[in-house]
């Protein structure tokens, strides 16, 4: 999964979250809710100002749920149990994936 963030920022809008992730904001909204390990900021309004910490999670949560058809209330409990070493797995695979998408272009150029 690729998610297309500028880098550098300290916290992302709800808007850009949502393009990047190509989903509704509204969904971003109910993970909120939903997912403790998100904690967004929020500023006088209540719009949400998402860390590259938050991003990560979001990331490993899409993860879950879209991509391995975990149910949120299976999601939660994975999460809960095994967020180390869930998480650490999910950054191997991103690693390794981001490393075949960088061979792909090299071999594309050759």
């Not at 989903?23 to 993970?31: G, P, Q, T, Y």
């Not at 900021?41 to 990560?56: H, L, Q, V, W, Y």
Request: glycine share 6%.
């Amino acid at each position: 999964m690729h998610i297309d963030l500028p880098e550098g920022k300290l916290y992302y809008s709800i808007g850009e979250v949502a393009k990047a992730f190509d989903v509704n904001a509204s969904l971003i909204r109910f993970w909120d809710k939903e997912f403790d390990i998100l904690k967004p900021k929020k500023n006088a309004k209540g719009n949400r100002k998402f860390s590259p910490e938050d991003i990560k999670n979001l990331k490993l949560i899409y993860h879950l749920v879209k991509e391995r058809g975990f149910t949120l209330d299976g999601a939660k409990t994975h999460l809960k149990e095994n967020q180390k070493k869930t998480l650490d797995k999910f950054e191997i695979i991103s690693k390794l994936e981001s490393i075949k998408n960088e061979l792909i272009k090299f071999k594309g150029e050759l």
